[in-house]
């Protein structure tokens, strides 16, 4: 192994992979190559944090400024849809997350501040708890209110 992991993951990781395929499995930085591969599930999971935050956000506004509701807030709707169901696809397993309570607390406290910020109205002004349902939320075409 030449290429430090501290100093060029991408390079590290190119090495790592022709290791791999060329069977020298002794050489290989397994401590490293098993923090990248729990970084992997790591980042599907933060994906998937993200673009639920943004569509709870965006509902909230939906809801909150009915005066400004636009064709724009829909398609941002319709595409954090569409990207919860691609990572889903990618990564099924994450599906328990929605099952997970403290998870979907800490969503929700991001897409009420996420909502506070970009509507000017204050936290207070949207539940403390979610009211929608996951089903819900993830419907095509569905809107609160």
Same mark, same amino acid.
């Given at each position: 192994?030449?290429?430090?992991?501290?100093?060029?993951?991408?390079?590290? =990781?190119?090495?790592?992979?022709?290791?791999? $395929?060329?069977?020298?499995? %002794?050489?290989?930085?397994?401590?490293? #190559?098993?923090? &990248? #591969?729990?970084?992997?599930?790591? %980042?599907?999971?933060?994906?998937?944090?993200? $673009?639920?935050?943004?569509?709870? =956000?965006? !509902?909230?506004? @939906?809801?909150?400024?009915?005066?400004?509701? %636009?064709?724009? /807030?829909?398609?941002?709707? =319709?595409?954090?849809?569409?990207?919860?169901?691609?990572?889903?696809? &990618?990564?099924? %397993?994450? +599906?328990?997350?929605?099952?997970? *309570?403290? @998870?979907?607390?800490? !969503?929700? *406290?991001?897409? +009420?501040?996420? =909502?506070?910020?970009?509507?000017? !109205?204050?936290?207070?002004?949207?539940?403390? #708890?979610?009211? /929608?349902?996951?089903?819900?939320?993830?419907?095509?075409? /569905?809107?609160?209110?």
């Amino acid at each position: 192994m030449t290429t430090n992991y501290e100093t060029d993951v991408v390079a590290w =990781a190119n090495e790592q992979a022709a290791l791999l $395929r060329a069977g020298l499995l %002794s050489q290989l930085d397994l401590t490293h #190559i098993a923090e &990248e #591969i729990e970084d992997v599930g790591n %980042s599907e999971q933060r994906e998937l944090a993200s $673009r639920m935050a943004v569509l709870l =956000a965006h !509902l909230l506004k @939906w809801e909150y400024q009915p005066s400004r509701r %636009s064709k724009s /807030w829909q398609f941002t709707l =319709a595409t954090q849809r569409k990207e919860v169901a691609y990572v889903l696809a &990618e990564a099924p %397993s994450l +599906r328990v997350k929605f099952d997970d *309570a403290k @998870w979907l607390e800490i !969503l929700w *406290a991001k897409a +009420r501040t996420q =909502a506070e910020t970009e509507t000017g !109205l204050d936290i207070d002004t949207f539940p403390e #708890i979610c009211p /929608w349902q996951v089903s819900d939320v993830l419907g095509e075409g /569905w809107l609160p209110g």
